[in-house]
């Protein structure tokens, strides 16, 4: 087969990443350093829903101005956590509208006396439409869900004596439209008949529960009010060199300097140098790896930034460490390449629920996550349909388990969907991914959309516009989105880079006939290469299953039904991936919450484990397969160093 000259994005970094985001500032993880201190706000914070008939009358009565408790009783809520399984209050569970969130906080005094610091409110996530006031002061907006924002609050803590104690209050909004992301719709149902005046329901277009609430972490952090704003780095492999490219953006003064230094993971200077950006050469790099494909998979550097600047009080310093990986990421006509050798995906899709916390994130559910992933074998997953948070990418820089980071472009099922409002939301939303996800190394793909109406017309614009916007930001990376269209009428296909099919075959139609799939599944795959010629990715495929239910020969909803159908696929992945099928991801990881309908049993049990992280039946037999897979293509004498693989019969 002729092979397409690869695309190697990394080596375009230092030159394209001029392209720079059209977002003000950088959105760097807030990490301690000796000039950067953290607090958490995690924990309990008071919290009510406003349950008047137009959801309006915390802004009436400004619950803002006083402490939340003064206005009206209040629940204990959690934070980080999604407010809707928390309460046995019904109303709460599907409520739609405004909620309202407040917490109070002691600053240390240093934090409110020394104007040389700089005090900052992050907000790890807000689904979906945040408004935040301080003490009472309007301070920050922002929309959609799943992406952090922040604020620089000095000015409301420095004011005085009394200013260490801080109030802060967050309403947020769940409320979906035709032009958030993902879109929703209000309906009234009017027949007086049938419903209560006012009655109202949120249309959803995606499988998953919409939860909301802070659903990641709240924090404040500190810098020096010259400070590291944003780091970028993109890296390439020239001989046995890795280059590390860096950008850096300073705020705060015009007058600093800049000394970067990269170090290994023993701490040893490997290479350094100065100023806003510059390229580091590594004789002799180590690479990073994905787990399973290397003996030492994952190799972190890091880069050591320190900003001196000279201000009217004086001089100031800030330092800010970021890990790096060197790697590349290329794709050709058939293959996926990491580091130049071909990858293949075997994986899961995932979602970030369980049980009562919802959405929240926790750490015991993220270990547990991962050690799962490693039993299963599972080298990468994709964040269908959202990013997650920023400690589940870390996880995987860490551990090598490679990232399609999608974005929530999800549920763009209708028509009106794809206006130019739209569009411009979606491409800022890409540009809050890309600004905060760039720097992992395990990140190797963008998804801007997963299942969008591609065969409409004007889809096909809106995807190739999100698509080149993406690529702009990020030059270093391929880009996609996850299709479920026919290859004939897809209309976003021709800008993608890997074409991620999903396809539910004796699923969603000719139920029960798993005769099938291999003819239905060939013919897929066939015919999307036939006029692609592009790295295919089976990006979904699954049955439902409930746990314990059992029938032979196998029916639907029975861990043999499921069994058998990821048989059925896998015989056809098998004669294509020596070819240029380069992945596929199970659906689902785990089974998970959804809204209720007659077609979904307590949630979406396409998981092959359970939503409490126990095994079905198919979890094992995709264990074997994707250990088989792993040790036909992994690196010699790679051993894949977890506690929970030490007995595995598969090492
Ligand atoms: C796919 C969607 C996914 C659903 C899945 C299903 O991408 O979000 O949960 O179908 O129906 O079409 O289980």
Redesign the pocket.
């Known amino acids: 087969m002729a092979r397409r000259t690869a695309v190697a994005w990394a080596a375009l970094g230092p030159l394209l990443w001029g392209c720079a985001l059209a977002l003000q500032g950088g959105m760097l993880y807030p990490r301690e350093s000796p000039s950067r201190e953290r607090k958490e706000l995690d924990g309990l914070w008071s919290f009510r829903a406003d349950f008047s008939h137009n959801r309006r009358r915390g802004f009436e009565e400004q619950w803002y101005r006083r402490p939340l408790r003064e206005s009206g009783p209040t629940l204990d809520m959690p934070v980080p956590s999604s407010f809707n399984d928390i309460s046995q209050d019904w109303r709460l569970w599907d409520f739609v509208g405004w909620v309202w969130y407040e917490r109070e906080v002691i600053l240390p005094e240093r934090w409110t006396q020394d104007l040389s610091t700089r005090v900052v409110l992050r907000i790890g996530s807000a689904h979906a439409y945040a408004i935040v006031w301080v003490n009472g002061v309007d301070t920050l907006e922002h929309e959609g869900g799943y992406l952090p924002f922040e604020a620089d609050i000095s000015n409301l803590v420095q004011v005085g004596p009394l200013s260490s104690q801080l109030r802060i209050t967050i309403a947020i909004n769940n409320t979906l439209t035709p032009t958030t992301l993902p879109p929703g719709t209000i309906q009234y149902l009017t027949d007086t008949s049938k419903y209560p005046k006012g009655y109202f329901v949120q249309n959803i277009y995606?499988?998953?529960f919409n939860y909301a609430g802070l659903q990641r972490s709240v924090l404040l952090y500190t810098t020096p009010t010259a400070y590291i704003d944003d780091i970028t780095v993109t890296t390439s492999v020239e001989h046995d060199s890795g280059l590390v490219n860096y950008q850096i953006s300073v705020k705060g003064s015009n007058l600093f300097e800049l000394e970067v230094r990269l170090l290994d993971a023993e701490n040893k200077l490997v290479a350094n140098g100065a100023g806003t950006q510059g390229q580091l050469k590594v004789p002799g790099a180590r690479l990073w790896w994905p787990y399973l494909m290397h003996k030492r998979p994952a190799y972190l550097y890091s880069l050591e930034v320190r900003l001196t600047a000279q201000m009217s009080l004086g001089p100031v310093s800030d330092f800010y460490t970021l890990p790096v990986g060197i790697r590349t990421v290329a794709v050709t006509e058939s293959q996926f390449l990491i580091n130049g050798k071909p990858f293949y995906f075997h994986g899961v899709n995932k979602h970030e629920d369980a049980d009562i916390r919802g959405k929240g994130f926790d750490w015991p559910l993220l270990v547990k996550d991962f050690n799962l992933l490693r039993w299963l074998g599972a080298n990468a997953f994709r964040t269908?349909?959202y990013p997650y948070a920023e400690e589940v990418l870390q996880m995987c820089d860490r551990y090598g388990i490679v990232v399609i980071d999608e974005c929530p472009g999800?549920g763009l099922a209708l028509p009106q969907f794809f206006n130019n409002v739209s569009l411009q939301n979606h491409m800022r939303v890409m540009e809050e991914v890309v600004r905060r996800d760039k720097n992992h190394p395990a990140v190797v793909m963008w998804s801007v959309a997963?299942?969008p109406a591609s065969h409409l017309e004007s889809a096909g614009y809106y995807l190739k516009m999100v698509i080149t916007h993406t690529k702009a930001l990020d030059p270093s990376r391929p880009v996609t989105f996850?299709t479920?269209s026919n290859y004939a009428a897809d209309k976003g296909a021709p800008y993608v880079d890997v074409i991620c099919l999903?396809s539910?075959y004796s699923w969603?139609h000719d139920y029960g006939h798993l005769e099938l799939i291999q003819q239905q599944l060939t013919t897929q795959f066939e015919s999307w290469y036939k006029t692609y010629q592009k790295p295919i990715i089976q990006s979904?495929y699954?049955a439902?299953t409930i746990v314990g239910f059992h029938q032979d020969p196998p029916l639907m909803f029975t861990e043999e039904y499921q069994k058998s159908l990821l048989e059925q696929y896998h015989v056809v992945l098998d004669q294509k991936r020596r070819k240029y099928v380069v992945g596929e991801l199970i659906?689902?990881f785990a089974d998970f919450m959804?809204e209720q309908s007659p077609t979904r049993v307590l949630g979406?049990k396409?998981g092959v484990f359970t939503r409490q992280r126990q095994p079905k039946s198919a979890a094992f037999l995709l264990r074997e397969r994707y250990w088989k897979i792993a040790n036909e293509t992994r690196y010699p004498y790679s051993i894949a160093k977890s506690q929970c693989l030490e007995n595995s019969p598969f090492t």
């Open positions: 995606f499988d998953f269908s349909h999800v997963n299942e996850v479920n999903n539910y969603y979904e699954g439902e659906w689902n959804t979406n396409k």
